[in-house]
Nanobody, 124 residues
Framework: QVQLVESGGGSVQAGGSLRLSCAVP??????MAWFRQAPGKEREGVAA????????YYIDSVKGRFTISRDTAKNTLYLQMNSLNPEDTAMYYC???????????????????WGQGTQVTVSS
C-alpha cells in the first residue's frame, strides 16, 4: 500500500501564493500528480511530473502560475501556486501511479494511489 500525505493548504487572498507538499514513497518510480476538486465539480488533473522529474505537465488554466517539482532526496512532491484566484479554490490531492506519465497524465482513473487531500481557499 502506497501512502501519500499532503500538507500546505490554507486560505489566502487573490494574488497570493501557497506551496503544497506531498510525502511520497521512497525509491519509487512513479508518475506523480496533483488533482483538485471544487464543490459540485469533477476532480481534474492540475499538474504532473515524470518519475525522473524531466517532464512536467499542466492544465492550461494554471500554466505560468503553478510549478510542480519533486525532491527525491526528501521524498517530497511540491506544487508551488502563485497568483492564486478564487477559481483555484478546491480540495487538492496528491496522486501516484507506477511508471511514466505520458499523454494520459490527467486521467484520474489511471492513479491507484491518493492522499487524503488538503483544502485551498482563495478569497477575492
Amino acid at each position: 500500500q502506497v501512502q501519500l500525505v499532503e500538507s500546505g493548504g490554507g486560505s489566502v487572498q487573490a494574488g497570493g501564493s501557497l506551496r503544497l507538499s506531498c510525502a511520497v514513497p521512497e525509491y519509487s518510480w512513479y508518475c506523480m500528480a496533483w488533482f483538485r476538486q471544487a464543490p459540485g465539480k469533477e476532480r481534474e488533473g492540475v499538474a504532473a511530473i515524470s518519475p525522473g522529474g524531466s517532464s512536467t505537465y499542466y492544465i492550461d488554466s494554471v500554466k505560468g502560475r503553478f510549478t510542480i517539482s519533486r525532491d527525491t532526496a526528501k521524498n517530497t512532491l511540491y506544487l508551488q501556486m502563485n497568483s492564486l484566484n478564487p477559481e483555484d479554490t478546491a480540495m487538492y490531492y496528491c496522486a501516484a501511479r507506477a511508471g511514466g506519465c505520458g499523454g494520459m497524465w490527467s486521467d484520474r482513473s489511471r492513479y491507484p494511489y491518493w492522499g487524503q487531500g488538503t483544502q485551498v481557499t482563495v478569497s477575492s
